[in-house]
């Protein structure tokens, strides 16, 4: 046990992508992507660069596993003064950047004037260099070369209502199972299967050879990875002069990193040690999102082992989980300044999971469920951010203390409902002891720990854009935009409307799923995972890799702007084909103005029933709208041949999406941003409080539909003193609703608009802009705004 005050919180490394995407305000650009002294890496590039032009003619799973191994064996490490778990894949101020993924982008960024100070010249040189040896084939290339002239008028945001993401993977190692074997036991898995494939000689068993020879070349490198820190420890301790804590600290380093994560952890610092090695690789491996640990389900034995013991207590475990804390927040990526208009303020989207049941549904939480909160409260970083699922079992204690860290105004935790998401997860065909298993990765991502769920390339679809086709089937020439639906003016009813919707989304969909499979099949042939793939189930066991099979529900797409479609149809129904005040002629004309000289019209259509009132006439609306959407989502089919589903991971592409979809049936302006989330009311037009709120996304069938988001922003004074136990019924009204989901921003207007004019002065405030933590700073003027127009709720 070490016993010596850090503050900790002064060595945090803050790698935040800032929003400058075009569209946005030129003061935004000014100011860089990152903060000061924040770098691109350059030993990744450099490293895989090397393997690759020494693994030329070996077959690509064996060259990814080299790779993985060169990298490993030749990077630099360090071990900082402070730390207990060690682990970097560059120097800390640096950015993760996959230059075999895309590189395009990132050579315009830093020859920018947002990216001038990303490297400086020499770096800047030698990372032409390798730029030149990947054109033609990182997978962006590939995957630009390999579509065809049909399909690319679709991969442009400006001309479609989806986006398409070509690297927007997750997916949840097996812990539970590697902690317990460790990686040796994975190796030993790997050679009895080898061994079998080598007696038994199956069809493909040239591949199935390959693949196991990469599980093992990765495995082992990873050991030795650890052992490199084990042996740096031991030769640092050596010094004379060397300060008699930090002496301390190296040799406890040498020891842990000697077992982990080649054997077993014992202790609750060696298994801390052991998961960051873990996923730091894949980092490494693989430009990786999200964590989706179910941490206390996994961690709480071990620290109530080692409590039992006497070799811990429980400063000295608060002390660790924040040592781990920072080492999570060096993980930050290159973000492209498209990209920000996506995921602006944030660094990885690193999401870990609290709470929930075991297999049989009995509560899981335990004293590590509290330490975790607790470290989020001391730090206040933006990563990893926390979901805690709810249950019939889970403690008040525990809601309690969840109220008093988004009191605090972290932006999380985000709440789960079990009640909603284990039966959904259940539609989606997993089992039940697999859905009680359920954790979180990014946003509201739903996976299965251990299993083959990866987030595959079906990336996102602006609906209000698809809405607009269905208003627009033709553009000024005559010619079809999506599908050939009828001229909008011949439309009856609110039926009409419906079906030229639905069938605009299908038409965009199905193009859609065909990026997806021409995407996946270039993944499948060109960018293998060996090492991820030995650590979920299935891979070993069949000697495949993950990219050749995937889980039952395994490809989702994100939807935005869902509300605005609601609200849109409602207002069409309610003053068009009801009331009659307006035709669909005259509606259309002073959307295509943008409102300009028809601002009765806008009036009349911003008044119409809004979503989030408890109004039946147009919550009713949203359900139908919700259902038949992911009604058509699941008739499109993915690479394996799975249903796709929607998602509710908005990020804050509703910002975004905004920027690029004209003046909508509902009253909103063209570039405006879109509601906020998937069960959320468009900002600002939920006018009768919280309950109301409440009331109106319980009437979605989430379990017919997809995993929602929910956003909600109060008054700090409502989580506090006499209003607390109010705001705790509200949750528990929330959870026996059966809405899967919801977060809160709790911060006043007043703090807000202060951070925007004196940004120096709120350098740590914190917001939640979707299903993320953001530094208010780091985020443009634009979605600034667009935070401080959320209803500030009350009670």
Not at 19 to 36: C, L, Q, V
Not at 136 to 153: A, E, H, M, T, Y
Not at 299 to 306: I, K, L, W
Not at 665 to 670: F, L, M, Q, S
Request: aromatic letters at 10%; glycine letters at 6%.
């Amino acid at each position: 046990m070490i016993e010596e005050s850090i503050d900790l919180k002064s060595k945090l490394v803050v790698k935040a992508v800032r929003n400058i995407r075009a569209g946005f305000k030129k003061e935004d650009a000014s100011r860089g992507m990152y903060r000061e002294g924040i770098k691109v890496d350059t030993h990744r590039s450099r490293l895989i660069t090397e393997s690759y032009k020494m693994t030329e003619g070996e077959p690509i799973t064996i060259r990814r596993a080299k790779f993985l191994d060169h990298y490993l064996s030749n990077l630099p490490i360090n071990i900082q003064p402070w730390e207990r778990i060690v682990g970097n894949f560059s120097d800390r101020e640096r950015l993760y950047f996959p230059i075999d993924m895309n590189w395009r982008s990132v050579k315009r960024l830093i020859n920018s004037r947002e990216g001038e100070t990303l490297l400086n010249d020499a770096e800047r040189a030698e990372m032409e260099e390798h730029f030149k040896y990947w054109e033609g084939k990182s997978i962006n290339d590939k995957s630009k070369s390999f579509i065809g002239d049909q399909l690319k008028k679709y991969t442009k945001v400006g001309n479609t209502p989806f986006f398409w993401s070509q690297w927007s993977e997750l997916g949840v190692p097996n812990y539970e199972k590697l902690l317990d074997k460790g990686l040796e036991g994975l190796i030993k898995e790997a050679e009895d299967k080898l061994e079998e494939v080598e007696t038994e000689v199956p069809n493909d068993y040239v591949e199935q050879k390959e693949f196991l020879l990469s599980v093992l070349i990765s495995l082992k490198a990873v050991i030795k990875f650890a052992s490199r820190y084990s042996n740096h420890a031991i030769d640092l301790a050596k010094n004379e002069n060397i300060e008699e804590g930090f002496k301390k600290r190296l040799i406890e380093i040498a020891e842990t990193c000697k077992r982990v994560p080649k054997h077993p952890p014992r202790t609750f610092l060696e298994a801390l040690q052991f998961f960051y090695f873990i996923h730091l690789v894949r980092y490494i491996e693989y430009s990786t999102l999200g964590i989706g640990i179910r941490f206390d389900k996994i961690f709480g034995p071990y620290y109530e082992n080692d409590l039992t013991m006497g070799n811990i207590n429980r400063s000295e475990a608060l002390e660790l989980l924040q040592m781990l804390w920072l080492k999570v927040n060096e993980l930050g990526l290159v973000y492209s300044p498209t990209l920000t208009g996506i995921y602006a303020g944030v660094s990885s989207l690193q999401a870990l999971m609290l709470g929930g049941t075991d297999s049989e549904g009995k509560d899981i939480s335990n004293d590590v469920t509290y330490l975790v909160l607790e470290t989020a409260l001391s730090l206040r970083t933006i990563e990893p951010t926390i979901g805690i699922r709810i249950h019939d079992g889970t403690p008040d204690k525990l809601l309690e203390k969840a109220i008093d860290v988004m009191h605090a105004g972290l932006g999380y935790p985000s709440l789960f409902n079990d009640s909603s998401l284990i039966p959904l997860l259940q539609r989606w065909k997993v089992p039940l002891k697999d859905a009680r298993n359920y954790s979180i990765s990014g946003c509201v991502y739903l996976e299965i720990p251990g299993k083959n769920m990866i987030r595959r390339g079906l990336g996102g679809v602006v609906l209000p854009l698809v809405l607009y086709m269905a208003l627009h089937p033709r553009n000024s020439a005559g010619e079809l935009r999506g599908a050939d639906t009828p001229d909008p003016r011949t439309f009856k009813s609110i039926d009409d409307i419906m079906d030229a919707y639905l069938k605009q989304l299908k038409f965009f969909m199905e193009h859609n799923g065909k990026l997806e499979r021409a995407n996946n099949s270039l993944y499948e042939k060109y960018l293998p995972r060996p090492y991820y793939s030995a650590l979920i189930d299935g891979c070993i066991e069949n000697a495949q890799d993950c990219r050749k099979f995937a889980y039952p529900c395994s490809s989702i797409c994100i939807i935005i702007g869902i509300t605005n479609v609601a609200d849109s149809l409602a207002a069409i129904k309610k003053l068009v084909f009801e009331d009659k005040k307006l035709s669909m002629e005259d509606l259309i004309a002073a959307m295509d103005k943008n409102w300009k000289k028809h601002e009765h019209i806008r009036q009349l259509m911003l008044n119409a029933p809004k979503y989030g009132n408890d109004d039946d006439y147009v919550d009713l609306i949203m359900n139908r709208v919700q259902i038949e959407t992911e009604a058509v989502m699941e008739s499109c089919t993915d690479y394996f041949g799975n249903p796709c589903h929607g998602d509710g991971s908005g990020l804050s592409g509703t910002y975004g999406g905004g920027l690029i979809t004209p003046a909508t049936p509902d009253g909103r302006y063209a570039g405006e941003p879109l509601a906020d989330s998937t069960l959320a009311p468009m900002v600002g037009r939920d006018k009768e409080g919280p309950t109301a709120v409440l009331n109106s996304a319980a009437k979605v069938d989430t379990v017919q539909s997809y995993n929602h988001l929910l956003n909600q922003r109060f008054l700090p004074g409502y989580l506090e003193g006499a209003h607390k136990p109010m705001f705790l019924s509200y949750l528990k009204a929330w959870k026996e609703l059966g809405i899967p989901h919801i977060q809160f921003n709790v911060v006043d207007n007043e703090t807000l608009r202060d951070a925007m004019a004196h940004p120096e002065k709120h350098p740590d405030l914190l917001v939640r802009v979707a299903g993320y933590s953001a530094y208010f700073v780091d985020l443009s003027k634009g979605l600034q705004k667009f935070i401080i127009e959320r209803n500030e709720q009350h009670f």
